[in-house]
C-alpha cells in the first residue's frame, strides 16, 4: 500500500511558476511509475505528465509540453511538478498517482486506471 500526500498548491498570476510535490510512504517508489492528472471544474479528469519507473522516461501532454517538468527523487520518495508559464487553462485541481503495471507504452502512461494509488488533490489557480 502506497499512501500519496500532495502539498500545497497555490495562486499565481499568468506567466508565473509553481512547483507542487508528492510525498509517498513506502520503500519501494523507485520502482513506480509516476504521474500528475489534473481536473478542471466542469470537466473530466486528464492526463499532465509521467515518468517510467523502466527508463525514466518522462511524458507530457501536449498542452503542458516545454513548461512543465516532472522529475521525482526516489531517495526522497518524492514526485515533483515544475509548472512554469502558466496560463489561465492550467486551473485545475491537481492529483499525483503512481503504479506498478508494466506498461510498454507512452499511451498507456497517460491512462488513469493504470494507476493504483492517488493524492487528495491540490488546488492549483492561475489568474489572467
Known amino acids: 500500500q502506497v499512501q500519496l500526500v500532495e502539498s500545497r498548491g497555490g495562486l499565481v498570476q499568468a506567466g508565473g511558476s509553481l512547483r507542487l510535490s508528492c510525498a509517498a510512504s513506502?520503500?519501494?517508489?523507485?520502482?513506480?511509475?509516476v504521474a500528475w492528472f489534473r481536473q478542471a471544474p466542469g470537466k473530466e479528469r486528464e492526463f499532465v505528465a509521467a515518468?517510467?519507473?523502466?527508463?525514466?522516461?518522462?511524458h507530457y501532454a501536449d498542452s503542458v509540453k516545454g513548461r512543465f517538468t516532472i522529475s521525482r527523487d526516489n531517495a526522497k520518495s518524492t514526485l515533483y511538478l515544475q509548472m512554469n508559464s502558466l496560463k489561465p487553462e492550467d486551473t485545475a485541481v491537481y492529483y499525483c498517482a503512481a503504479g506498478r503495471r508494466w506498461i510498454t507504452t507512452a499511451q498507456g502512461m497517460e491512462i488513469a486506471t493504470n494507476y493504483d494509488y492517488w493524492g487528495q488533490g491540490t488546488q492549483v489557480s492561475v489568474s489572467s
Open positions: 513506502g520503500r519501494t517508489f523507485s520502482r513506480y511509475n
Open positions: 515518468n517510467s519507473w523502466s527508463d525514466d522516461s518522462n
